[in-house]
């Protein structure tokens, strides 16, 4: 834990080497990156934190105020913990609070990679109205039923992401936790649609960037993401085969290759690993 008067700050780290922070979704904690973690062999630094909400970070967020910069402000807080630079790498909205910080404190980043993040306001900007629509309807749909005290109302925003029945096949004490979360989720969102993305902003971004997104993922997640891809300045970006959203927990080995590979060519370390043998898809 990081200590902190504001609220405690979730803070983990296992191995030697160069630092990765890995920053989790929405409805999840730091444990969400073990099975990568066991994946990216001898030679990293681990770090695992949760955002605000979850695991054991306090949430600092209101309804009336509910804004990305407090997300980055607590990454920000566990990479000057680290005593960074680091290679900073986030899923889902923890992908979209990453990109927060890389907009304020690139100093502080060797490289940046993003795991489809619920960027959908780069939809807007961009004039891709029917996509942001997909969004919109959902976290209607989700917010509604919410407030009309449906208790499994997050399983809309679940399925939406990794298709019907999703929330259904989870272990019941993983769905447990999604509702038992569902308050601090519904924050993520007003951050996320509160996060301005046009593309000047987008290409602000300075850290050498990786961009991926699953194959088999919701239209709206992938275009948001490709788009983001487009917009950073020489960023790469990869397109998962067979995965969806929930990637991180479906394919480890991959995505564990992915980032480690993507650390590589971002020329900023020396990383003492076995070659990798496959990778998906790399532009």
């Known amino acids: 834990m990081i200590a902190d008067p504001r609220g405690t700050i979730d803070y983990d780290e296992t191995g030697a080497g160069p630092t990765i922070v890995l920053v989790p979704g929405s409805c999840s904690t730091g444990a969400a990156w073990r099975p990568i973690i066991g994946h990216l062999q001898s030679g990293f630094r681990c770090v695992t934190t949760s955002l605000l909400g979850y695991g054991g970070t306090a949430e600092r967020r209101s309804r ?8 980055a402000d607590i990454v920000t807080d566990v990479i000057r913990h680290t005593n960074g630079p680091v ?13 927060a910080v890389a907009m304020r ?51 809309r925003m679940i399925d939406f992401y990794g298709g019907t029945g999703t ?15 569902t308050p601090a989720n519904l924050l993520d969102w007003a951050c996320a649609f ?33 788009l983001l891809g487009q917009h950073i ?34 020329g900023k370390t020396t990383v003492t690993t076995r070659p990798l043998k496959s990778r998906p898809h790399l532009d």
């Open 233 to 266: 300045p020489k960023a790469a970006v990869a397109e998962i085969p067979s995965a969806a959203h929930f990637m991180i927990a479906t394919h480890p080995k991959q995505m564990a290759d992915l980032i480690a590979h993507h650390i590589i060519r971002s």
């Open 194 to 226: 509160g996060f301005a993305l046009t593309p000047p902003i987008v290409a602000s971004v300075t850290t050498p960037t990786l961009v991926a997104w699953g194959d088999s993922s919701h239209p709206a997640a992938k275009r948001a993401n490709a």
């Open 87 to 99: 290679h900073l790498v986030g899923h889902s909205f923890g992908g979209l609070c990453a990109l």
């Open 105 to 155: 404190h690139p100093d502080l980043l060797l490289s940046l990679t993003i795991l489809e993040a619920p960027a959908a306001e780069v939809l807007r900007e961009t004039g891709e109205d029917r996509l942001y629509g997909e969004f919109r309807a959902m976290t209607g749909a989700y917010f509604g039923a919410w407030e009309a005290g449906e208790p499994h109302a997050i399983e």
């Open 64 to 71: 009336n105020d509910a804004n990305i910069a407090a997300e």
């Open 167 to 181: 929330f259904q096949s989870w272990p019941q004490r993983v769905r447990d936790y999604a509702v038992t979360t």
